[in-house]
């Protein structure tokens, strides 16, 4: 089933267009990965969907409602948790801190029946957190607080978590780590959408992949489909 579908997105900064036509679906059970490069508008797009930019036309619609520019604030409380690619945490509060503002969203009734229980659910996924729940965010490795960031928006128990550049500035052996953790949240039923600069490895662990070029949709298909094409190779892997 179709949880995200963005049509005939043209979006950008003021009147300053950066994608152009974009068509987007990500279903329920999914991982989508955005490939393409440098200056391809994948961040705008993402920003765009979460309300971050102005939309010049088309539709962005999750499990069906209508969602096409709405501030960011509603577009949390539809379902949607967006992960930017930096600043994504408050480095001079604690890891458990951090977890609290994640969920600043939820009522005070079901912040106190649930926080508990949705921290342990974060810890459980990233147990190296659960040792550090005072320490300040910002003395964490860049692994440990790309983990608090996605803990944040998992607080919210969002249907669809969208990740920007996820692996960025990590050390080359916990990138295989980070990957692993977002298959994880894909396996326990959120869908994800991201973008990646680390294209290939993304890919191998998602369900679809689109390339988009110059603020537009070049290519999609399957992960393997993509891995597999010379031309994707070729142009948007590096070999």
Not at 70 to 99: A, R, W
Not at 179 to 190: L, R, T, V, Y
Request: hydrophobic share 40%.
């Amino acid at each position: 089933m179709t949880l995200l579908d963005v049509s005939g997105l043209e979006a950008g900064y003021g009147d300053l267009m950066i994608v152009h036509d974009v068509d987007l679906e990500v279903a329920s059970d999914e991982m989508v990965t955005i490939i393409g490069p440098n200056g391809a508008g994948k961040s705008t797009l993402l920003k765009s969907i979460v309300g971050l930019l102005n939309i010049e036309s088309g539709t962005v619609t999750l499990d069906g409602n209508d969602i096409t520019g709405l501030p960011p604030e509603e577009v949390i409380y539809k379902g949607i948790c967006h992960v930017p690619q930096t600043d994504n945490i408050f480095p001079s509060l604690t890891v458990l801190e951090n977890l609290k503002m994640g969920a600043w969203a939820l009522g005070e009734s079901d912040l106190d029946a649930d926080f508990e229980e949705r921290v342990q659910e974060v810890y459980e996924r990233f147990p190296v957190l659960e040792d550090r729940p005072d320490q300040k965010a910002g003395t964490l490795s860049g692994g440990q607080q790309q983990m608090v960031a996605m803990g944040a928006a998992l607080m919210l128990d969002p249907d669809l978590l969208i990740l920007d550049e996820p692996s960025a500035g990590l050390a080359p052996q916990l990138v295989d780590d980070m990957f692993e953790k977002i298959s994880e949240i894909n396996d326990a039923g959120k869908a994800v959408l991201m973008v990646e600069q680390n294209a290939r490895r993304a890919l191998e662990e998602s369900d679809r992949g689109i390339v988009l070029d110059m603020g537009e949709n070049r290519m999609e298909g399957t992960g393997s489909e993509l891995l597999d094409s010379p031309e994707v190779a070729e142009l948007y892997l590096g070999t």
